[in-house]
């Protein structure tokens, strides 16, 4: 196989890492670095993104790159930061199943993710192609830490992840997305954890607890 | 390359690293002394370690086995080979074909056994719970291992840690992102097998917090310093197929002395750096709970695997 | 006698004769056991090495067939030896020798009268040389049979205990399902015109669907036989209540003839292999392989725990074999044959060092009379020629350098490593993850097996013994000895082997080995090229023990060898006991934690307050209660039911023959 350019090179290489941080935070108990393993996703997100602008020359990516600095590397962890210490959550995670096994079907994801993209990248016309499958594996992996988690504090991380996963797959596969498209759903996304934050404070007041468990008593009988 | 030069070579080799290892294990120890703000015994201590051991009577129990007595120098000729058969200064040596990187894990594997065995012969409760935590660490260290350089190996088509060397060091310039999870994999497995915290910690002196420490318990003197000596020895060479595998620039070629002097320069500065690098993530973490140590290497059990993966998505 | 005309075949039908022959006369002799024991045995061995030879001979002779004057007026018996079966002789011959030697030695010792035992026991070895080297369906299914039936008595051979007679039973219901299964097998292969010797059966066409119908048929038979998830029950029940020789004979050789059956079948008869089979066998030999290996590390029987290891080392055995499958199925055939004979060399490293391990628990028994490894220790002082050979034993199974099971994991890695040649994505992704299984499982035997020969040899006694034990006598000694020869040999210089399994693939695959792994020499294994990988035990070898005398003579010289004893290191505690040390269940207490979920455990955990604490674990497979006894059950209530037929009443059963004269007479219109 020739092998890339260094631009090619360094996307496969942020998928690599994208896809690391995404098992990474699968296997994490404690939330600060669950917040903190976030934000360097969103970091390595921006650079690659940076990355694509570069070796395309696509003007409005640049911006992509910035906004999502902006957003998901400083100003969604602090808001995180916050939330968590008015509510006073710095507990360590607890998960529905342990972790090995947590591991195993995120091995067995990703074999799947891997597996479903390959035929779709072949009609992909970016140097990135092979990038897809690795994309759809995070978003699968943060999927399944949604899934997992007892806390509704993760769960919102890994909504915000999966988030993460898609606009990875939409810049490598396609070159980013119209430039409406992409600020109507990071203004979603913005909205979506202001809004995940008030409802903490009020299943807080009324639960005394996050444990999503205690959401289970609200169903008839 | 004539047959001459190729032994010179590899006797070079072997008994360098064998002469070295010590003085890896002081660095480590030295820049652990600085990070904590100590002055530290010196890069030499090690030396004077063995020196003493070796001039003392040799103390066994009443009950010790044949077995016992012959697992130190088996464990050193294990390790002797280990290093002779890693590419440190050069490729293409003699006995480089006389194993690969699955030889290579089986020769690792063989020692582990050799002295979890002696742990259990003297049949103290410290001995047989040193035996029991080092093959619990094992058992999925070796695995970890195996894939990581399964990774190296597909990258290269081959098994032979010559044909590995070769093919990243010497070709242009490639990102590998398998190598990235491999990287860490690595990194996790030669924390765990060398007994360094996170796992172990190597300067213990309780018994119940040790794994390695408790299994050499009953060891004294030459055997002690055999059993030392051949300690440092794998880390020594746990770093140097690191170094092999993730940057392997500056290895000569067997038979080009012209090479030598540039390979052992940049021999001795990896090494160094390594050493400080190990020094340095000691300091950061800390001894983690007994069963916490299986989670840890499961998760670099499952990113060899997934380095893997990402090898038939990404780079073929 | 012209010997220049000798075919290899009639020299093979002439030693089972022999050996039956040799059962015979054991059985006219039963009064006097010296004779049985002195002579017959031993008279065992040296047929079973000319078996041997002659299966070596096979191998690189073109096959040759005879049609034996037995069986039925129209359907005489086919035998037919070719390199294939010729292999599988060279197992049964070598790994028998060791194992009659043995036997001599330790039937002389026991109390219960050997010559209906030496005429069961070689019976079950004549039964299954013929089953080696049948060449039609008919004798291949009554030699199967007889081999079951022989082996069901000498399982049952202590039968005044009920746990034997219940592992007996379990044992010949497996065996009779999975005999059955094969037997429909070949009624598929067969096809409904000709005859059923093997030539036809490999001549006749079969469409798609029948061929995997047919490959699903003999996989179950052969599994059902060898071992093979989740049709495993039987083994750790019964191999414990055998004899031990029987034992070695059983998990050594008798679950290789199943392989046997599993290779010619599909390999041969069948042919036309599909990757999707080839999936399928590795993935219930990766499966399998993971399980044994767990379920080992709980038991703390010997003989048990050997009999899970069996388990474990035919899902290593299948995972070669399946890969050699998907690899020949999707178009690669050089990496098939690297596959089978990865697997097929694992197939004899097994029957070696499996013998040899249930030889050394064999002669423990003999001499101390346990089982149970928490009540065994210290035993290398008192019997120091098995311990040596039992650890040369365990170091193989534990696939480690130079010895002889690392060689066949080595081959089996390599063919692993394939896999990038393949193009379906999914099968390129799960060859890593069942390498992966291959090196977990090869982690945890070695884990298994520190274990073992630490708590039976190493440390203290845990509990008083009667007397003091004594070691293995010559007979035995020498048994155990030939093993660990066969251990050292195919561990140091494989290259033999593998041309002669070179061979074997050509005649089954009709392709071999590339030039350059044929032409690298004794020294070194070279599998496919030399850039590829390769591997020289002899330099491992030599290099350890150059270091290791160099060392011990040079510190003598420049130090000093002075040596004092004194106890061991009690951390200032005065009242260590041997009852301190690590028992088989301790030591396993890690593995126990780690997998909890896998195990059905059952504990019994003393009150507080207790002045005598018994702490009781049992640790239970899952498949009882998820398969065998739903089935059972099933079987029960399906039997419940039709016993309704029987009435008792004569008028009835009168009616039910007159209801099928009708039917006959309607359907024959």
């Known amino acids: 196989m ?27 108990r404690r939330i600060l670095s669950l917040i903190n393993l976030f934000a360097l996703q969103g970091f390595v997100l921006a650079l690659s993104t940076a990355v694509v602008a570069y070796s395309t020359h696509q003007g409005h990516l640049y911006l992509s790159a910035a906004i999502t600095l902006g957003l998901k590397v400083v100003l969604l962890p602090w808001f995180l930061h916050w939330l968590i210490r008015k509510l006073n959550v710095r507990w360590d995670v607890e998960s529905v199943v342990n972790i090995p096994v947590q591991m195993l079907i995120g091995i067995a994801l990703v074999i799947f993710a891997f597996n479903l993209a390959a035929p779709i990248s072949q009609f992909a016309g970016t140097i990135t192609k092979s990038a897809l499958g690795i994309a759809t594996a995070s978003i699968l992996l943060s999927f399944l830490m949604m899934i997992t988690r007892r806390k509704a504090v993760s769960q919102v991380i890994g909504f915000l992840a999966m988030e993460n996963g898609l606009f990875f797959a939409a810049t490598s596969a396609t070159y980013g997305m119209p430039m409406v498209v992409e600020l109507g759903i990071l203004f979603d996304v913005l909205m979506g954890a202001l809004i995940f934050g008030v409802f903490f404070f009020h299943i807080r007041e009324t639960f005394e607890s996050l444990d999503i468990h205690h959401l289970e008593k609200l169903k008839e009988r | 390359m004539n047959q001459a030069s190729g032994i010179a070579f590899q006797v070079l080799q072997s008994v360098l690293v064998v002469l070295i290892a010590p003085l890896v294990l002081g660095w480590v120890n030295q820049c652990r002394a600085w990070l904590q703000n100590r002055s530290g015994a010196g890069i030499w201590q090690p030396y004077k370690v063995l020196n003493k051991l070796f001039h003392k009577d040799a103390v066994l129990a009443h009950n010790a086995s044949p077995l016992f007595r012959a697992t130190p120098y088996i464990l050193f000729g294990c390790m002797w080979l280990a290093v002779g058969i890693v590419p440190v200064l050069a490729t293409s040596l003699p006995f480089a074909p006389a194993a690969d990187v699955i030889a290579l894990v089986g020769l690792f594997a063989l020692a582990r056994v050799f002295v979890s065995l002696a742990g259990m012969d003297i049949g103290t409760s410290f001995g047989t719970l040193g035996a029991r935590r080092e093959m619990m660490i094992g058992f999925l260290a070796e695995p970890a291992m195996l894939m990581t350089l399964f990774t190296a190996s597909l990258i290269s088509h081959s098994t032979s840690l010559v044909t590995i060397v070769e ?84 290895i000569a070629q067997a038979g080009d002395w012209t090479g030598v002097p540039i390979a052992l320069a940049a021999l001795v500065l990896k090494l160094a750096f390594a050493g400080a690098g190990l020094a340095v993530l000691e300091t950061v973490s800390a001894k983690m709970r007994i069963f916490r140590a299986p989670e840890f290497l499961g998760t670099a059990f499952m990113l060899a695997t997934l380095g893997m993966l990402t090898h038939f998505v990404l780079e073929t | 006698m012209d010997f220049s005309s000798l075919q290899p075949i009639e020299v093979a039908v002439t030693l089972s004769v022999i050996w039956i022959g040799l059962g015979g006369i054991a059985l006219a002799f ?28 096979a191998m690189n002779a073109p096959a040759s067939a005879a049609i034996l004057p037995a069986g039925l007026p129209d359907l005489p018996f086919h035998v037919r030896l070719d390199a294939l079966s010729g292999f599988f002789l060279l197992l049964l011959g070598g790994v028998s020798f060791g194992i009659s030697l043995f036997s001599s030695g330790y039937f002389r010792h026991g109390d219960q009268p050997p010559g209906l035992l030496c005429l069961q026991y070689h019976i079950f070895l004549a039964s299954m040389a013929f ?43 497996i065996a009779h399902l999975g005999a059955i299964s094969i037997l429909l097998s070949f009624g598929v292969l067969h096809g409904g015109h000709g005859d059923y010797t093997f030539d036809a059966l490999r001549r006749a066409e079969l469409s798609e669907f029948w061929a995997t119908v047919a490959f699903a048929l003999a996989f179950f038979g052969f599994g059902a036989k060898a071992g093979m998830l989740p049709l495993h029950a039987w083994l750790p029940e019964a191999h414990p209540a055998a004899p031990s020789p029987v034992s070695a004979l059983m998990s050594g050789v008798m679950l290789k003839t199943a392989i046997y059956g599993m290779v010619r079948v599909i390999y041969d008869l069948i042919g036309g292999i599909r990757w999707e089979w080839g999936l399928t066998v590795l993935l219930f030999g990766a499966a399998t392989s993971l399980f044994g290996v767990l379920f080992a590390l709980m038991q703390h029987d010997l003989k048990r725990l050997l009999a899970y290891h069996s388990v474990e080392n035919i899902g290593i055995i299948l995972i070669g074999i399946g890969l050699s499958m998907v690899f020949i199925g999707s178009g690669h055939p050089v990496a098939g044959v690297l596959g089978l004979i990865a697997g097929l060399y694992h197939t004899l490293n097994h029957a070696v060092f499996k013998g040899l391990l249930f030889l050394g628990a064999g002669a423990i028994l003999h001499s101390t009379g346990l089982r149970n490894l928490n009540e065994m220790g210290g035993l290398i002082r008192y019997m120091p020629h098995t311990a040596f050979y039992f650890l040369v034993g365990a170091l193989a199974i534990s696939a480690l350098p130079p010895l002889n099971g690392f060689i066949s994991e080595w081959l089996t890695f390599q063919a692993s490593l394939q896999a990038p040649l393949l193009e379906s994505s999914v099968v390129r992704s799960l060859v890593p993850i069942v390498a992966a299984v291959l090196a977990l499982s090869g982690a945890l035997t070695g884990m298994c097996f520190v274990k073992v020969y630490g708590v039976a040899f190493l440390g203290q006694h845990r509990h008083a013994l009667a007397e003091k034990p004594r070691d293995a006598d010559g007979w035995e000694r020498a048994g155990m000895a030939w093993l660990a020869l066969g251990c050292l040999a195919l561990g ?76 061991p290191w009690d951390c200032g505690f005065p009242e260590q006991t041997s009852r301190m040390e690590d028992t088989a269940d301790g030591f396993g207490q890690p593995i126990r934690h780690i997998f909890a979920p896998v195990y059905q455990i059952r504990r019994e955990i003393p009150r507080p307050d207790d002045p005598y604490p018994v702490f009781r674990q049992e640790v239970e497979d899952r498949h009882w209660e998820w398969m065998y006894l739903p089935v059972a059950r099933f079987t029960e209530f399906l039997s419940r039911h039709i016993g309704k037929l029987q009435q008792g009443r004569i008028s009835v059963y009168l009616l039910y023959s007159f209801i099928t004269l009708i039917a006959l007479l309607v359907f024959a219109q």
């Open chain 1, 2 to 28: 020739p092998s890339l350019p260094l631009s090619g090179q360094l996307i496969n290489l942020f998928a690599a890492l994208l896809l690391l941080l995404a098992f990474a935070m699968l296997t994490q």
């Open chain 2, 167 to 250: 093919t990243l060091g010497q070709s242009e310039f490639v990102i590998y992102p398998s190598m990235a999870f491999a990287a860490i994999a690595f990194l996790m497995v030669l924390l765990a097998e060398n007994a360094r915290i996170p796992i172990d910690n190597p300067s213990t002196h309780l018994e119940l917090t040790m794994i390695h420490e408790a299994m050499i318990l009953e060891y004294s003197a030459r055997h002690l310093a055999l059993v030392e000596w051949a300690s440092s020895l794998k880390l020594t060479a746990y770093i140097t197929i690191g170094i092999a595998m993730f940057a392997p620039w500056g």
């Open chain 3, 30 to 57: 039963a009064s006097t056991p010296r004779i049985v024991t002195d002579a017959v045995f031993p008279a065992g061995a040296v047929v079973a090495l000319a078996l041997a030879l002659t299966g070596l001979w």
């Open chain 3, 131 to 173: 089953v080696l080297i049948a060449d039609d369906a008919y004798l291949f299914m009554v030699t199967w049979e007889s081999m079951a039936l022989s082996s069901y008595f000498l399982v049952t051979t202590e039968h005044r205990s009920e746990q034997n007679r219940r592992a007996g039973f379990i044992y010949l219901l």
């Open chain 3, 492 to 567: 140091l210089l494989p290259v033999f082997m593998i041309g002669q399994l070179n061979n074997v693939s050509q005649v089954l695959l009709h392709a071999g080995l590339s030039e350059e792994a044929l032409a690298s020499g004794w020294l070194w294994l070279v599998p496919t090229s030399s850039a590829q990988a390769s591997y020289s035990p002899v330099v491992f070898l030599l290099v350890i023990g150059a270091v290791f005398g160099l060392t011990f003579l040079v510190v003598r010289q420049v130090y000093h060898g002075r040596l004092r004893r004194a106890d």
